[in-house]
Structure formats: C-alpha cells, structure tokens
C-alpha cells in the first residue's frame, strides 16, 4: 500500500497593483472549491487591499493570504525562483520545501492543476501516469 503523503501547496504571489493577477483570482478559488488545493498567497504589497480583493472573491482566498514580512517584492521574487521577479508567478511545493515546478504567466484551472501534478510525478516517481 502506498503511503499517503500531505497535499503539496500551490504558493501564489500576489499584488492588487498586478492586473493578471487579479484577474486570477476567481480560477484560484475554483481550485480550492473543486480540487480542495491547497494555497498559499504570499501578499507582495498593499495587504489590506490585497485581502480585501481576495476575500471579494472568496473568504478561504483570504484566509490562504500570508504577509512578506517587510521584504521588498523584488527580494522575496527572485528569492523564490523568479529570475526576473515579474508577476503573475506561481509555484508548488512538497511538504518538505521542495519546489516542484514555477510558473511565470496566467495562472488557469488547468495549470494550478498541473503545477501540483508536478509535485505528485517527484514524490512518487515510479508511480505509473494516470
């Protein structure tokens, strides 16, 4: 039997001064809502904006939201693997920290799914594709 391993997390950063971002928002949710993802919106800047847009859309958007901690937004991109620090960007990540796969561009339902299918091919590498 194999053993069960905790969900990776699908780690969006995120600005209420990026339009692509925003317009992320509602395919974020529905990842949550269908597929039970998990999310975490790491807040570049203007947080309470940014958690009002968030939970505008949805209250589990909200509550996925974490602060930066003060860093500047370029710091904290390029600190997680965006070469040129450029929004949208997102990432997934195991439990243990490692990243999985990034994606830098529009964030659909389908790429959230596959960014964490990433995760699924490395934490069971001879697993057989569905």
Request: proline content about 9%; aromatic content about 4%.
């Amino acid at each position: 039997m194999p053993a069960i391993l905790p969900p990776p997390v699908l780690e969006v950063y995120y600005s209420p001064t990026c339009a692509p971002c925003r317009l992320e928002l509602p395919a974020l949710a529905e990842f949550v809502k269908t597929d039970g993802g998990r999310v975490r919106i790491v807040l570049l800047d203007q947080e309470l904006r940014a958690r009002r847009e968030l939970r505008a859309v949805s209250a589990a958007l909200e509550n996925d939201a974490v602060s930066h901690n003060g860093d500047k937004p370029r710091d904290v991109l390029l600190a997680a693997g965006d070469g040129d620090a450029i929004l949208p960007f997102v990432r997934s990540i195991l439990p243990g920290g490692k990243v999985c796969a990034r994606w830098r561009g529009r964030l659909t339902l389908w790429r959230a799914r596959e960014l964490v299918a990433a995760c699924a091919r490395i934490a069971s590498p001879g697993a057989v594709p569905e």
